[in-house]
């Protein structure tokens, strides 16, 4: 195919090359999912490496698990039920998000440490947030690689969130690494007045911007193959602000 001819008097448009990216990178996400298109379940494998720019040493890491937010005892349902009184749990909004194996690069297996917090309300309940803590601090400037196994099970849509019929709207469906902001780990469970994506500074985005590179393996009748490939690369671009 040839391209267009210039035109006189307007100049041609320059193609964006980014030789450089646009802010330090601090978190890359590599995940391996396997979608299960009739269960509504996707198992994975994630690889996430954390540069530590924080200028202090590390050793206790919080992570979030946003779909655990789509559990009737989470302090987001607790602020529903708040903030719309007319609001009824319907066990079909049930989602999950369970972390099977936690493995830490040069430390080992590290699932039994895993433990659910609730940094802000107490609730014990919420399982949106879970951090680890490993046998030997990250130095700064330091890299730690962290390899995470977990399994999603997808509820029907609520809040932007969930699969209806052979569509998934999953942009929170990974575990995501806190984010290391004015001296202190923000570790935000998931409330109801700050939907995700979360709000955050323009100095937080900048320091949770990370790169995500997925490979896609689709279990499923082929008709619904495309649509659950594209939402999930649509969920998780190349390019992308995971706020935390």
Known sequence: MQSAAPVAGIAAPKTAVMSKPLSERVVAYQIDAHVDT???TIDATEVLTYHDLTGHPQDTFPFHLYLNAFQPTSTLMREIRRDRPQFEWQDKYRALA???????????DLTSQIRFISPDDGN??????FQVKLTRPVAPGESVQFKIAFRDQLGVVFERTG??????MGAQWFPKVGVWWQGAWNKWWVPAARRLPVRTTRTARRQSRSMVRISTILRGPPSLNSA?????LAAAPVRSESVC
Do not use: H, N, Q, W
């Not at 369970?98 to 080992?108: R, Y």
């Not at 014990?124 to 947030?129: C, G, L």
């Open 98 to 108: 369970e972390v099977k194996s936690f493995e830490v690069a040069g430390i080992g």
């Open 163 to 168: 699969y209806k019929r052979d569509f998934i």
């Open 38 to 40: 009739r269960r509504k």
């Open 228 to 232: 659950y490939s594209a939402t999930l």
């Open 124 to 129: 014990p309940e919420d399982r949106t947030v």
